[in-house]
Nanobody, 124 residues
Framework: QVQLVESGGGLVQAGGSLRLSCVSS????????MGWFRQTPGKEREFVAA????????VYTDSVKGRFTISKDSAKNTVYLQMNSLKPEDTAVYYC?????????????????WGQGTQVTVSS
């Protein structure tokens, strides 16, 4: 049974930085991709960033491109999201997710396991 646990959220001022971590346990095979999503009340959960596990290729949603960096430490079964130049509109609950499908994509339905979420709040 795969468990994902996020940490590193908090309150920061606009322009500040946070680094989120997601630790996976119970995994017996490699995922195809790990992703970060975020959600605010009344809105759909949206894609933020993803990384392929084998080769480390990355993809980002346009709104965070150049500000956020996704990375991984395979030996520690951990994925990170470094968030710089944070904006108030980045405020959300951030979720870590894992896809086991070769047909993975950037949509929620492509991911098989989810963490509990960590709150990120960016003040003006």
């Amino acid at each position: 049974q795969v468990q994902l646990v996020e940490s590193g959220g908090g309150l920061v001022q606009a322009g500040g930085s946070l680094r989120l971590s997601c630790v996976s346990s119970g995994r017996t095979v490699r995922p195809y991709a790990m992703g970060w999503f975020r959600q605010t009340p009344g809105k759909e959960r949206e894609f933020v960033a993803a990384i392929t596990w084998i080769n480390g290729g990355t993809v980002y949603t346009d709104s965070v491109k150049g500000r956020f960096t996704i990375s991984k430490d395979s030996a520690k079964n951990t994925v990170y999201l470094q968030m710089n130049s944070l904006k108030p509109e980045d405020t959300a609950v951030y979720y870590c997710a894992e896809s086991r499908s070769v047909h993975w994509n950037l949509q929620v339905a492509a991911y098989d396991y989810w963490g509990q979420g960590t709150q990120v709040t960016v003040s003006s």
